[in-house]
């Protein structure tokens, strides 16, 4: 999966590493390390051990996609995305049904809205699309 390169690299500084001392912190190998901030792809295990090392989230790194521009509704520019993932605490039914419950709570998400037309576009965390994937609730289309 696509993870956010540029603050792996940011963090990593911060805490004046090379990719050796990564590696270590992290328990993965530093060709994975040389991969990961080059390709700005890794897999979930990898993501999570970078995360502990970094003392990062696991959402922190996740790739920001702000592919909701224009507005596919009405091609206006003025879109606002919410600056972090959150917990969806509504009540009753879970926001997105038999993904919440157990580990994580409910599903994290990350909306967008057009400030001209009111669409809104939710982007789950990562957590809660590998939950999708192996869930039996729900069906591939
Ligand atoms: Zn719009």
């Given at each position: 999966m696509k993870i956010n390169a540029e603050l792996i690299i940011k963090l990593r500084k911060s805490k004046h590493w090379t990719q050796e001392e990564l590696a270590i912190a992290s328990g993965l190998n530093v060709r994975t390390i040389q991969r990961i901030e080059s390709e700005a792809s890794a897999s979930l295990e990898s993501k999570k051990s970078l995360a502990s090392a970094l003392g990062a989230s696991i959402q922190d790194l996740?790739?920001?996609?702000?592919?909701?521009k224009p507005c596919p509704i009405c091609q206006s520019d003025d879109i606002y995305q919410y600056k972090e993932y959150f917990q969806?605490?509504?009540?009753?039914?879970?926001?997105?049904?038999?993904?919440?419950?157990?580990?994580?709570g409910v599903a994290k998400i990350c909306p967008f809205v057009c400030s001209e037309c009111g669409y809104t576009r939710l982007m789950a965390s990562s957590e809660t699309r590998d939950k999708l994937v192996q869930s039996e609730h729900w069906k591939k289309i």
């Amino acid at each position: 999966m696509k993870i956010n390169a540029e603050l792996i690299i940011k963090l990593r500084k911060s805490k004046h590493w090379t990719q050796e001392e990564l590696a270590i912190a992290s328990g993965l190998n530093v060709r994975t390390i040389q991969r990961i901030e080059s390709e700005a792809s890794a897999s979930l295990e990898s993501k999570k051990s970078l995360a502990s090392a970094l003392g990062a989230s696991i959402q922190d790194l996740d790739f920001e996609e702000n592919a909701m521009k224009p507005c596919p509704i009405c091609q206006s520019d003025d879109i606002y995305q919410y600056k972090e993932y959150f917990q969806y605490t509504g009540v009753g039914e879970e926001l997105l049904p038999k993904l919440g419950k157990g580990v994580f709570g409910v599903a994290k998400i990350c909306p967008f809205v057009c400030s001209e037309c009111g669409y809104t576009r939710l982007m789950a965390s990562s957590e809660t699309r590998d939950k999708l994937v192996q869930s039996e609730h729900w069906k591939k289309i």
